[in-house]
Nanobody, 128 residues
């Protein structure tokens, strides 16, 4: 089981950027695919991006439109989500989560039930 702690959220102006971090502790980090999820106010949580355990496979939700980049540093047990060209609909609580899968697929990203470890979330507010 992993313990995950997110950071890097805050207030961002439309068109701006933010870099979210997720630091993991516990055993087996290198065997976990990691996903980022977003929960907007009044909406269900949705998958934004995921990355395979080795970092060689990444997937993004269509809604990111090429503006987000996920990466991981296994030596530092840290996962990053770079958010660029943010829009107000990017507002929400961003969670990182670990799934005991080595790869990352669209199916995995669409089903949060596969993720067994969750962080507490970090708020991103996109507003002028």
């Amino acid at each position: 089981q992993l313990q995950l702690v997110e950071s890097g959220g805050g207030l961002v102006q439309p068109g701006g950027s933010a870099r979210l971090s997720c630091v993991a502790s516990g055993i087996g980090f290198n065997y976990f695919a990691i996903g980022w999820f977003r929960q907007a106010p009044g909406k269900e949580r949705e998958g934004v991006s995921c990355i395979s355990s080795s970092g060689d496979v990444t997937k993004y939700a269509d809604s990111t439109e090429g503006r987000f980049t996920i990466s991981r540093d296994n030596a530092e047990k840290t996962i990053y989500l770079q958010l660029d060209s943010l829009r107000p609909k990017g507002t929400g609580v961003y969670y990182c989560a670990g799934a005991y899968w080595t790869t990352c697929t669209s199916r995995l990203l669409s089903a949060s039930r596969f993720f067994s470890s969750w962080g507490q979330g970090t708020q991103v507010t996109v507003s002028s």
